[in-house]
C-alpha cells in the first residue's frame, strides 16, 4: 500500500478547506492562527448577554406599584394576580419563538438574529415604560420575549468564536453576564422608577418622566441596547455559509477539519453526525442534556422566587425580617463574588473536572447548602448577614456553575449548523419550565407559611425541602445511563 502519496493528499485537504468568501472559514482561519484568550470576542459575548437579561428581571421592583397604577385590581390582594400575567409573559413570548430563531440563525447567520434581538430591545423595553394600561404593558412584554429569545444563539456563538481550550471560558461568560444582568436590572428598575417621587429636585411631576413614573428605568436600558446594537455591526459571523457536493455537509467538515487533521476522527464524525442531524429529537445526548437543563432552571427560578419572600419576610414566619435594600445588598454581593468565580475559577476547575463533574458536585453540594437555610434564619445581627451572605455567594457560584457545565454539554452534543436550532429547543424547554416557576414557588411558599406548626417540616423548612428534592431529580438526571455524551463531540479536557 502506498501510504505515502495518500497521506499528502490527505494534509491538503485539511489545510485547504478555507473557503474565501465564508466568514465561518474566516473566524475558523484566524481561531487557528490566534494565541492567548480572545477579549474581542468576550467583550461581545459579555455585552449581548447582559442586554438579554437586563429586561428580563428589571420590572419586578416596581411591577407591583405599576398594576396598581392601572386601576385593573379591584382588590389590592388581586394586583399579585395581575403582577403574574405581565411577568409570565415574557417567557411565554419566549417559549414559542425560541426554536425558530434557533432555525433562523442555522440559516442566516447567528449575526441578523442578534441584531435583531437588540433592536427589540432598544423598541419594546421604551413602549413598556411609557404603558398607559395593563393590557399594553402584557403584550409590549410578550412582543419582547418573542423577539429576545437571543441566550440560544449567543451560546451558539460563544462555543464557535472560540478554540476549544477556551469553551468554558466563553461559555462561563455568558452564564455570568446573564446572571449580573438578572442582578443589575432589579437595581436599575428599583433605584430608577418613579424619579419625580424619589429624585423630586431632579425631576418634576409635569416631565415625562413624573407622566410616566416607570419609563426611565425602561430607558436606560434602552439606551444600553442601542449601544449594543451599534456594537454589534461589527460582529464577525460564524456561521458557514458555501456550499459542499451534498448540499448541507461543508459547514461541519470544516469545523471539524479545523479542530483536527486526525482522518479517521473525521470519518467518525461525519459518520455519527449523519445520524444526529436527521432530526435533533432523536439525539438522545442532546435532548438528555435539555431535560436535565430544564429540572436545574425550574430549581433556579423557583429558589430566585422563594429567596426574596422569605428574606422580607416576618421572623415569626421563620423569615429573615430583610428590608429591600437588605436584599438588594445580599444580591449585589452574590453578584461580584460571582462574577470573580466565572471569571477566575470556573474555567480552571472545568478543564480539571470537566462538565459533568462540576455539574454533578455543584448539585450536590447546594443540597446541604439549601438544607441550612431555616437555621440560618435563628442568626441575627453581622453573624446573620456574614452567614446568609455567604451562603448566597456559594448558591449563585454553584448555580450558575452547574449551567455553564450543560451549555458546554448542549453544545458539544449537535455539529455547528445545528446549535442554533439546538440551542433553540433548549430554550423553549427552559422559558416553559421558568414560566412556571415563580408561580410553583410562590404557591409553595404561601402554603408553607399556614403551616408553622406542622410536625414534618414545618414552616419554610418544607419550602427548602421541595427546592432540595427538584436538585436531588437533576442530580440524579446527570449520571449515566440517562446523561449521554457522544464521544467525538467532548471538549479537549475529557479526551
Known sequence: MAEGPESSDAVPLFEK???ANCPGCEVDRLKRERRGIPYRDLSFIWIVSLCT???IS????FLYFMIRDFHIAKREEDIGFYAGFVGSSFMVGRALTSVFWGVLADRYGRKPVILIGTFSVVVLSTLFGLSTSFWM??????LLGCFNSLLGTIRAYASEVSTEE????TLSVVSTSRGMGLIIGPAIGGFFAQPAEKYPGLFSQSSIFGRYPYFLPCLLISIYAAGVFISCWWLPETLHVHESTDGR????EVEISCDSSDTTKHDTEVEEQKTYEENLLKNWPLMSTIIVYCVFSLQEIAYSEIFSLWAVSERKYGGLNFSSQDVG???AISGFGLLLFQLLLYPWVERILGPVMITQLSAGISI????????IAMLSGLTLHIAINFASILRNALSVSGVTGIFILLNNAVPQHQRGAANGISMTAMSISKAFGPACGGALFSWAQKRQVATFLPGDQMVFFVLNLLQMIGLILTFKPFLAQPRERRPASLT
Open 137 to 142: 404593558a402584557l403584550c409590549t412584554r410578550f
Open 58 to 61: 428589571s420590572l419586578f421592583p
Open 53 to 55: 437579561a437586563l429586561p
Open 166 to 169: 477556551h469553551h468554558a471560558l
Open 329 to 331: 445588598e445580599v444580591l
Open 368 to 375: 446541604p447548602l439549601l438544607s441550612s437555610y431555616p437555621f
Open 249 to 252: 455537509g461543508s459547514r461541519d
Open 17 to 19: 478547506a478555507y473557503h
